[in-house]
């Protein structure tokens, strides 16, 4: 599997010619120092995103993601490693950096006590634009995001979605030829989730590249067309959401037997044994088996159960998900990583 | 030129930031036009005694008044810092191509502004009531006052960094407040001070202000008060802006 793993990433490499990349980042190393001693917070990233491209890092709380945005973004100097932001050295060119990047922090950055046209003007004019120009500007974004109803009332007014869409035109203002976003729809309600994700994809398609971190599935599942994961600073595995999926993943069946019909270890060891099981795991009161093909799969395990004369109260059939790929890589659940439930 | 340029929409930045809490600003001055309608009149009996023996009562009282003012003015900046990093706004204007020097001069001509425009004011209403300044000392004096605004913004910037809360830094700022005012001889001349307040007094910044105060409002701009003020109060910024870089970079980076 880790053969497999790097070839891909050399095919990807290959596909992407060095001048075309909006990102190059090689080695990228960042360690704190606590009381608790030396934090390895982000431990040697390679990384290559293509021009154009929305990118997106995957990881739960604490892996690394905020720390290696802060260091593309110049906020934080690295240990050790390069980076090649839209063509500058973050290191020793950062002025080119910043003038050829947007910035979404997680607080977002919006003024609260100014109404939003001014955050807007004033951000057009710290990046050099002209008085007429950065109004003019202004009033394009207010128009392209959707804001006029509110433009002129001070940001601190504004729900949890017209804020981010106001901090998502900051970003912009500039027309910045790479765009980062720090788990840009944290706290955001699923229509201002998809409303922003189709912000997002119409500006790639200006050309814009956007590089975002996330740690909902459902996000770095529908949004990126690449990925990495991340976990403990360190990047386990990287592809489009599909690519890692069908690399890392498999179908789940998830049974669950009438209570007490039959030892639940017993059914397992049945099934674990079946060819077409690739493993098989008790998950409470149910059984969790991984399958290669779940159509082929699922009428041979009903037949099976059916002729060991075990009562069924529910079965089903789900496709492969992001959880199961960090599952297998970290063999930890995404979901539960923060919570320490599962596994 | 694009470092004025990024200075002056900074600093219009905070001026509307002060701007909108017109509170803040009324209340300023609220508190010395307290002290001069309700404290002033009790000094007149005191007036050919000791620390009055120049000029009118008024004219011990406002400067000492003034540099209560520029102190006050932004003994709270830190509070506006606290909520600016919690909002995100530094981390976004840091990630602009804007330099640093614009981001922190564009705070302190806010700060500067917004102590001067209060100060003249409060000059103007102690005119017709015996205070009979002298231009070119009071020139001279907003100067030196803008360096006690300036290295007091600049303490509460870097208190606020290292208490990371606002109720703490409150707490800091009420609890140092009148030992300052009172050791500085602001209200009262320490003239009429124990032996042992006056030796305190020489290790408050502030004295040697409100020393140079009185000397500035009648227009004595060249005595030695004033020298030491200017050496007291410019090895204080020094100390107060290195310290405040120190703690800003460390915490935010």
């Known amino acids: ?190 229509q201002n989730r998809a409303n922003l994700w189709d912000r997002l994809r119409a500006l790639r398609a200006t050309g814009t590249t956007i590089f975002l971190t996330t740690h909902y599935l459902e996000e770095a599942d529908a949004l990126p067309d690449r990925l990495a994961i991340i976990d403990h600073g360190a990047i386990v595995s990287e592809g489009t959401p599909r690519e890692l999926k069908q690399r890392l993943a498999r179908e789940t069946v998830l049974i669950k037997p009438r209570p007490a019909s039959r030892p639940l270890e017993e059914l397992r060891r049945d099934l674990a044994a079946q060819r077409f099981v690739d493993e098989a795991r008790i998950e409470g009161e149910a059984i969790r088996l991984a399958v290669g093909d779940g159509t082929e799969a699922l009428p041979a395990i009903v037949a099976l159960l059916q ?37 | 030129m694009k470092l004025i340029t990024d200075v002056w929409v900074l600093m219009v930045r905070k001026l509307r930031e002060t701007l909108r809490q017109p509170v803040w600003v009324v209340m300023n001055l609220f508190f010395p036009l307290v002290l001069l309608a309700l404290f002033a009149p009790l000094l007149h009996s005191l007036v050919g005694g000791p620390g009055f023996t120049r000029g009118s009562v008024l004219d011990v009282f406002v400067p000492g008044i003034l540099v209560m003012l520029a102190y006050t003015s932004v003994s709270s900046a830190g509070w506006f810092l606290l909520t600016e990093l919690d909002s995100g706004v530094i981390e976004r204007l840091r990630v602009t191509p804007v330099s640093r020097f614009a981001l922190l001069m564009g705070g302190i001509l806010r700060d500067v502004l917004a102590m001067i425009v209060p100060a003249l004011v409060l000059i103007a209403i102690a005119l017709p009531f015996g ?17 006690v605004t300036v290295a007091t913004s600049a303490a509460s910037n870097a208190l606020a960094l290292i208490l990371r809360r606002v109720e703490s830094l409150t707490a800091v700022t009420n609890g140092t407040l009148f030992p300052l005012l009172f050791l500085s001889g602001m209200l009262l001349p320490l003239a009429l001070a ?25 227009g004595t701009v060249t005595s030695a008060a004033v020298g030491e003020a200017f050496l007291v109060m410019g090895g204080v910024t020094v100390v107060a802006t290195s310290w405040a870089t120190h703690v800003y970079r460390k915490a935010v980076a």
Do not use: C
């Open chain 2, 194 to 218: 124990p032996g042992w307040m006056r030796v305190v007094g020489h290790f408050n910044p502030l004295y040697y202000v409100v020393e140079a105060s009185r000397d500035l409002a009648v």
């Open chain 2, 131 to 147: 205070f009979h300044p002298r231009w070119a000392g009071i020139a001279v004096l907003v100067a030196l006052l803008a360096l």
């Open chain 1, 307 to 343: 002729s060991d004369g075990v009562p069924v109260e529910t079965i089903s059939l789900s496709a492969p998900s992001l959880d199961d790929v960090f599952l297998r890589q970290t063999g930890r659940s995404l979901r539960d990583a923060g919570k320490g439930e599962l596994s």
């Open chain 1, 1 to 190: 599997m880790h053969k497999l793993l790097s070839r891909a990433s050399d095919a990807a490499r290959a596909s992407s010619p060095p001048g075309r990349d909006a990102l190059v980042i090689e080695g990228l190393r960042k360690s704190f120092r606590t009381r608790g001693g030396t934090v390895e917070a982000v431990r040697g990233i390679d990384l290559r995103v293509a021009q154009g491209e929305i990118f997106g890092f995957l990881g739960p709380n604490g892996a690394g993601k905020t720390t290696t945005l802060r260091m593309l973004t110049t906020l934080l100097p690295p240990d050790g490693g390069r980076a090649l932001v839209a063509g500058a050295d973050i290191a020793t060119r950062p002025q080119d950096v910043r003038r050829r990047i947007g910035y979404v922090g997680q607080q977002g950055g919006a003024d609260r006590p100014a109404t939003g046209r001014e955050n807007l003007v004033l951000q057009g004019r710290l990046y050099g634009q002209s008085r007429g120009e950065a109004a003019a500007r202004a009033a394009e974004l207010i128009d392209l995001l959707e804001l006029s109803e509110f433009a002129d009332r001070p940001a601190l007014t504004y729900s949890g979605g017209q804020r981010r869409r106001l901090e998502v035109a900051l970003g912009i203002v500039h027309r910045p030829q790479v765009l980062f976003l720090d788990e840009p729809t944290t706290g955001l309600d699923p």
